[in-house]
């Protein structure tokens, strides 16, 4: 597969790595899942740029499933957040 330089892409990778590890930090500080419920539906988002970058088409079903499986895996953190008693 060849690179294919998107700066979007590029920036949204970048943002998602922050994300992650900046999840990873949270959770091993306060043990905290729904930080790395976070952090585990942007790395999915961001496999989904690592194959862009690689010649993916965006449109494909895998990396739809792939996005749409880290959209959900947020919501259920933000279900989480918002009813945790």
């Known amino acids: ?6 700066p979007v892409s590029v920036l949204n990778l970048f943002f998602c790595i ?5 999840g990873y930090w949270a959770y091993r500080q306060r043990e905290n899942l729904i930080a790395i419920y976070i952090a585990i539906g942007f790395a999915l988002f ?3 740029h ?4 690689l010649g993916s088409q965006s449109s494909e079903v895998s990396l739809l ?3 749409t499986l ?4 947020v919501i259920f953190a933000m279900y989480k ?3 945790q008693r």
């Open 1 to 6: 597969m060849a690179f294919v330089w998107d």
């Open 70 to 73: 880290g959209y959900l895996v």
């Open 46 to 48: 961001g496999i989904s």
């Open 81 to 83: 957040a918002a009813f």
């Open 18 to 22: 922050v994300i992650v590890l900046l």
């Open 65 to 67: 499933v792939v996005r």
């Open 50 to 53: 690592i194959a862009v970058l």
